[in-house]
């Protein structure tokens, strides 16, 4: 084994009980190795096993699995040698994991200091006072607002996106040899992204770390992974140098997950701002503490059959905008319409019918679902509360619904602590599509999936809109979707709309607003030099954003 090897799995099988409790191999004789200061990119549809991959790289396997086979070597030691409590001194250390979920990993009830320093302070790394320095000198490269404050606060006061940048903190404190890094751009705005890559890179190449980057969004390993290893139904397909895999895949299923990505889907031709809109937000201005607002005057409209895409920075009100839609924060001022009737501003005040016709797809599946509920329960619950059905009349609707999400129908019986990230969003799907809305909400829909699945998911609503002339507001910080499905893009800064019109208006160069200018040249390219052409321009980017904020 080479000397410059940190982690040398070998034959690596990993089992998992199914609902009929028999147990099935979900990593199939995985051979993977990983040289300090190197990034290797797992890819794979969801549920191809790189989570579990990543998990096992620490000798941990989550609740139903167990590693069955194979060597699990780090740093010249076999993990699976040693006890329970070895382990466990090494995981935060000498390597720590960012899960995909932040929202579902923070103890809810402590502040985030307390959870970012934890490893550090428990390990007898550093003192308590040292960890909260290293914990927010981190805050601040990963651009977190207020660094010295922030860690003071609890996790339902920051926003989903800088969550994931306090949870990237965390891992980071140790500075450990390993980082498993499981989607941990997720739930970032593209400016964001660009100082958490940078910032994970910087550390990767100073501390000599090596990384397992998992993700489904190729433009970003790209700009990261030293070499990607593509990943089917537990199995290796196929593993080479990062521009290789993008530019010459070899095998059919890494030619599949590549072409998915530039795929067009929305063959709509934009007619015009609707006459009589769907929904309508009229003045809009909401707080959360009744003294700082975090939307400001919001007027936007959306008429049948459209797609509005909502973008804008973490914190910039995309997700509260969507919260006073659905009646989970009532407006300071202003009100909401739909189909030209106003709304009460409160959810309990709105009647079950109102309730019907505006459905939500929320950004973390994770804390959307009831952990206790088979997915029969979680999709059939709706079916029965707005239409009134039962038995098998229930089943079979909700049969139908998990064929149209590409489930098969053996998932009904199982937990969300069963399937992976992207099945649990899909389940989210299946669940806002049961109540047959006039229009849906979706909140980062496709974050937790991958090219193939997001690409059948953006398909599946887009046939759904056209058959029900459904109406769409489409929150993301994915730009390239949104140049894909919206007919017209409504971009969002620090609470106020700073422009919105046609997609291809927004999109078309030279932008008229500064931070739309910004914002469209952070969007990342899937070629590997794109991050160093942008963190070279980086001055004018922040020269940009000055101008924006003033």
């Known amino acids: 084994m080479s000397e410059s090897l940190l ?25 993977l190795q990983l040289k300090r200061g190197e990034v290797l990119g797992l890819i794979g549809e969801s549920g191809a096993g790189k989570s579990t991959i990543g998990l096992a790289s620490m000798n941990y396997a989550r609740t139903g699995c167990a590693i069955t086979g194979g060597k699990i070597i780090f740093d010249g030691t076999d993990l699976r040698t040693l006890t329970e409590d070895q382990v466990r001194a090494m995981r935060g ?24 320093t934890e490893a550090a302070v428990r390990h007898n790394v550093m003192n308590r006072g040292d960890a909260v320095k290293r914990a927010q000198e981190l805050y601040d490269k990963l651009d977190l607002p207020d660094p010295d404050n922030i860690g003071r606060r609890y996790p339902h006061q920051v926003s989903g996106g800088q969550l994931q940048r306090v949870m990237s903190a965390m891992a980071m ?9 499981d989607e941990p751009t997720t739930a970032l705005d593209v400016t964001t992204q660009i100082e958490v890559l940078a910032t994970v890179r910087d550390l990767i190449r100073t501390n000599n770390t090596a990384a397992l980057y998992i993700t489904h969004d190729l433009a970003v390993v790209a700009q990261i992974a030293d070499r990607i290893m593509v990943l089917q139904y537990g199995k290796l397909v196929e593993v080479g140098e990062t521009n290789q895999i993008l530019h010459d895949p070899q095998d059919p ?50 008429g049948r059959g459209e797609t509005v895409a909502v973008v804008g920075e973490s ?47 929320y950004q973390m599946p994770d804390v959307a679902m009831n952990p206790r509920q088979r997915v029969s329960e979680i999709i059939g619950r709706p079916l029965t509360f707005y239409f009134g059905l039962t038995g098998k009349e229930r089943d079979d609707a ?57 690409a059948g998911i953006l398909k599946l609503l887009d046939r759904l809109q056209k058959e029900k002339n459904l109406a769409y507001m489409f929150i993301t910080h994915d730009l390239g979707i949104v140049r894909n499905i919206a007919d ?32 469209i040249a952070s969007t990342p390219e899937m070629r590997t030099d794109w991050l160093d052409e942008v963190l070279r321009d980086r001055a004018d980017l922040f020269e940009i954003s000055s101008k924006a904020k003033a």
Do not use: W
């Open 398 to 454: 909700m049969m139908k619904l998990l064929e149209e999400i590409d489930m098969a129908p053996e998932f009904a019986d199982r937990f969300p602590g069963q399937l992976s990230g992207g099945q649990k969003q899909r389940v989210c799907i299946a669940r806002a599509l049961a109540a047959d809305p006039e229009l849906i909400i979706c909140d980062e829909v496709t974050s937790a999936l991958d090219q193939v699945v997001a």
């Open 93 to 116: 250390v000498n390597a720590a994991y960012i899960a995909q979920s932040a929202a579902a990993s923070f103890n809810p009830a402590k502040r985030l200091n307390d959870q970012v």
């Open 253 to 302: 299923y890494t030619k599949e997950l590549i072409s998915a990505r530039t795929e067009e889907i929305n063959t709509k031709v934009f007619t015009g701002m609707p006459e009589n809109p769907v929904l309508s937000i009229k003045n809009v201005t909401a707080s959360y503490d009744g003294k700082v607002d975090v939307l400001k005057n919001i007027n936007v409209d959306i």
């Open 315 to 361: 914190g910039s009100g995309k997700s509260t905008l969507a919260r006073v839609v659905t009646g989970l924060l009532p407006p300071r001022e202003g009100h909401v319409d739909f189909d030209g009737e106003a709304y009460s501003p409160a959810l309990k005040q709105r009647t079950k019918e109102q309730l019907r016709k505006a459905q939500m797809i």
């Open 173 to 181: 404190t140790c500075g450990p040899d390993l980082l498993v890094l």
């Open 7 to 31: 982690l040398d799995m070998q034959a690596l099988r990993i089992e998992a009980r199914g609902p009929d409790g028999k147990p099935f191999r979900i990593v199939d004789d995985v051979d």
């Open 488 to 519: 017209r893009t409504v971009v969002m800064y620090q609470g106020n709309v700073v422009e919105q019109g046609t997609t291809e208006q927004i999109f078309t160069p030279p932008q008229k607003e500064a931070y739309t200018q910004k914002l």
